[in-house]
């Protein structure tokens, strides 16, 4: 099994920056695509983007085009997501997650997932 481990959350004023970290441990885990969802109070859980094993396949829900980006490092295993130019919207509890094959961006398509981390941005 994977185990996912998410750090970097916290309070931001709109406009500014936050980097969040998704460590992945257990099973083999280069041929896996991660993904990053959120949740907002009162909404269903949400595609923000995913990247593919390659490295070099991403993508994102419109929204956030252009503010955030989503980069990985194979050999530790690591995801990030940078989110730059945060506005009150992107409020939500921040979550990655992993599954075999291809990037999709149904949150039913993901087999693991990390606790969540809050990201809260004022104005």
């Known amino acids: 099994q994977v185990q996912l481990v998410e750090s970097g959350g916290g309070l931001v004023q709109a406009g500014g920056s936050l980097r969040l970290s998704c460590a992945a441990s257990?099973?083999?885990?280069?041929?896996?695509?991660m993904g990053w969802f959120r949740q907002a109070p009162g909404k269903e859980r949400g595609f923000v983007g995913a990247?593919?094993?390659?490295?070099?396949?991403?993508r994102y829900r419109d929204s956030v085009k252009g503010r955030f980006t989503i980069s990985r490092d194979s050999a530790s295993n690591t995801g990030f997501l940078q989110m730059n130019s945060l506005e009150p919207e992107d409020t939500a509890v921040y979550y990655c997650?992993?599954?075999?094959?291809?990037?999709?961006?149904?949150?039913?398509?993901?087999?693991?997932w990390g606790q969540g981390t809050q990201v809260t941005v004022s104005s």
């Open positions: 997650a992993a599954r075999r094959g291809i990037v999709t961006t149904m949150t039913a398509d993901y087999h693991y």
């Open positions: 990247i593919s094993w390659l490295g070099g396949s991403t």
């Open positions: 257990g099973r083999t885990f280069g041929t896996f695509t």
